[in-house]
């Protein structure tokens, strides 16, 4: 049995240690703090003893590795996808809009969701659809120097259709706006969600919290499959002789004697291991702030609604609280507590009128570096799964997945390094 040693807990390091424990391989896994899931996790709130995400996630029905990974570990279930496409916008005055798909044949349904909806003039539609249909035909690599914003513009894309459609969409996927953002990757993306079958769009929520729909079962997957973990473990170097990782230390010990070594760190933690060249990749990151209220009585109705023209993007409803996610939150990062709840307040008046006045606890969760930023240079720049270094493999959402920073890309960098050993396992036997 072939020894790998994976270093990083998160997504990308439990999806690996998945596909190659089920593929007979040894596999020791290292998690420098005392829980895994690394970006996607969930502690228990004091106060009330729920479980809250270190900030909501958001899946869609383009998530064919995660559906594919969740199915492995028995947590499909686990996941409420929406049975048709909608999404709800609300206006001030607590006014809301739906753009919703109908139960006909696709693309059909989805096209008949934007003649009706409401929210958008006839020239937004039609220069919407327009753009829609002709994505499947588009070569991304001829937007390699554009923006998304750049690209709407040359595709005629109106401000309203841009601020209503767009722009959710860009900010929701790779946490930028339109101006920062590469058009190549957003296409591809859009490509991926609009033309890769009738669920593709639709909207996947988690039913229970990030560990009790991915990382509770991934560890109980791993535990079965005799997967070794060492949790609150840091890798602090790496020791290299004739082209070939020989061990690691940790702050607790050494680990050597591996056939491959796995590493499913971010890219800033990757970096101060100090044994490839990093030198032409600066990957600067962006924030998202998540903030938790719990409520009186709380008058929403449906799971979640984007927030138009607001700093709020989104507001999923929980029952007892609302979870509001605000994306791309530079603005917002480095606010105090109080700032951030006078901000929060105003709005959610705005919105929701007298909302404020139910307001029992606001909790607030930045994760400053929750994303990276997907700009063009860093694209073409991203560390493939294999090294120059025989026996080193990556993984991670930053590496080169053709994604951005999301569930997806982790998982597909893990499912892509773990094919890389298995293959040059069956290569050298
Ligand atoms: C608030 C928030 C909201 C998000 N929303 C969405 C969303 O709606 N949809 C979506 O698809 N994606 C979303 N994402 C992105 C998604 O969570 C990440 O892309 C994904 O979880 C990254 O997984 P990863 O394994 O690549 O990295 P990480 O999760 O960062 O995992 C790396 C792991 O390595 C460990 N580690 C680091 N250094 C060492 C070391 N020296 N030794 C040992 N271990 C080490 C870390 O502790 C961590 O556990 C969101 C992220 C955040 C933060």
């Known amino acids: 049995m072939k020894k790998v040693l994976v270093i990083g807990g998160g997504l990308s390091g439990l999806t690996a240690a998945a596909y190659l424990s089920h593929n007979n391989f040894d596999v020791t896994l290292l998690e420098s703090t005392n829980k895994l899931g690394g970006k996607t996790h969930s502690t228990q709130d004091r106060a009330t003893g729920v479980e809250i995400d270190n900030g909501q996630h958001i899946l869609l029905g383009c998530y064919f590795e995660t559906l594919n990974f969740l199915r492995l570990i028995s947590s499909v279930d686990s996941l409420k996808i929406q049975e048709q496409f909608s999404i709800n916008y609300l206006l001030q005055d607590f006014k809301i809009f739906k753009l919703k798909s109908v139960n006909f044949f696709y693309p059909l349904n989805l096209l008949h969701g934007f003649i009706f909806f409401e929210l958008l003039s006839f020239n937004d539609k039609i220069s919407l659809i327009k753009l829609l249909l002709k994505l499947k035909f588009i070569d991304s690599n001829s937007l390699n120097d554009l923006t998304v914003k750049d690209w709407l513009l040359k595709e005629n894309q109106t401000q ?14 790779l946490n930028i706006s339109t101006e920062i953002a590469s058009a190549k990757l957003f296409c591809d993306i859009l490509k991926q969600i609009f033309w890769t079958g009738g669920n593709s769009f639709k909207i996947i929520l ?21 997967v070794k973990f060492y949790k609150s473990e840091k890798c602090e170097k790496i020791f290299i002789d004739d082209n070939k990782i020989i061990g690691v230390q940790t702050n607790k010990r050494n680990f050597k004697d591996f056939d491959y070594y796995l590493i499913a760190v971010p890219f800033y933690s990757f ?5 490839l060249n990093t030198h032409n990749l600066e990957i600067t990151y962006s924030p998202i702030v998540n903030i938790y209220v719990w409520l009186n009585s709380n008058p929403l109705t449906e799971p979640f609604y984007s927030v138009v023209n607001s700093p709020i993007h989104w507001i999923f409803n929980k029952g007892s609280f609302i979870n509001i996610t605000i994306s791309n939150a530079i603005n917002l990062v480095e606010k105090s507590k109080n700032e951030i709840e006078e901000i929060i307040s105003d709005e959610l008046d705005k919105f929701i009128p007298g909302l404020s006045k139910e307001i029992i606890r606001i909790l607030i969760i930045k994760e400053k570096r929750a994303t990276f930023i997907p700009s063009k240079e860093i694209l073409e720049k991203r560390f493939k799964s294999k090294t120059i270094i025989s026996n080193l493999f990556l993984a991670g959402d930053w590496t080169d997945t053709k994604l951005p920073s999301t569930i997806e890309g982790a998982i597909k960098s893990g499912r892509i390094a773990a094919e890389e050993i298995i293959n040059d396992s069956f290569n050298k036997s």
């Open 271 to 275: 970096k101060s291991f100090n044994i």
């Open 160 to 173: 309203n259709s841009t601020n209503i459609f767009w722009e959710i969409i860009c900010v929701g996927a």
């Open 206 to 226: 988690p039913k229970y919290s990030l560990n009790e729909t991915f990382i509770n079962p991934a560890e109980k997957f791993l535990f079965r499959n005799n």
